[in-house]
């Protein structure tokens, strides 16, 4: 049975006050609150260890537990691990928990609980030398130099329409308590759409649609007449 704070602190004053007899505390405990015959629930180990409680912190109110003490998730680890990626934020969280002899799980709950990081993808693009961004400048100045200025600039891309409704799976994520195995049927030869569009000065050209029989087909050079 739950205890109110008011029961306990009726039950602490009334022993103080009957000369510590635990008897006359439970007479007086169930006639104050009306408890009849079912005060005797109130066990003569419970009053005494409220009695206990407070003599010794003031409180009858059972405090909080703090839980089991850290053993690996220490202040000196985590600071230890913080220091490991601020000289070298790239290695991967084996490294350092290799160097620090910490396991890799520890690391990681160090970097998502204590020190809340996160796992950031890094993206991967073309690698430009010394003179990469200045050869890019001078090749467009050059094709701009050649081009007449009566000409039309275009800049073109295409694309593929699916028409079966594709979806790309790297986009899809279920978050469940179990998995739910769902699949997306596609068909082995999927219908699509090919679409090209062009942007010149004057302004947006297109979109065509590029088929032959029936079927979306590459824009190459002797379709763009």
Known sequence: MEWSGAQRAFVVETFFKNRESVIATQRAFGTHFELGRRYRILTRNTILRWVAS??????TLKKKSPGRPRSVRTPANVEAVRQSDVQSPQRAACKPAAA???SDATVRCIFHLDLKFHLYKMAIVQELHAGGWENRVNSCQRKLASVPPTAVLLTSDETHFHLSGCVDKQNVRHWAGTNPKELHEIPLHRERVTVWCAVAEFGVW???LFEKDGRAVTVISDRYF
């Open 54 to 59: 407070f003599r010794t912190t003031g409180s």
């Open 100 to 102: 620090l002899r910490l």
């Open 206 to 208: 297109g979109p065509y």
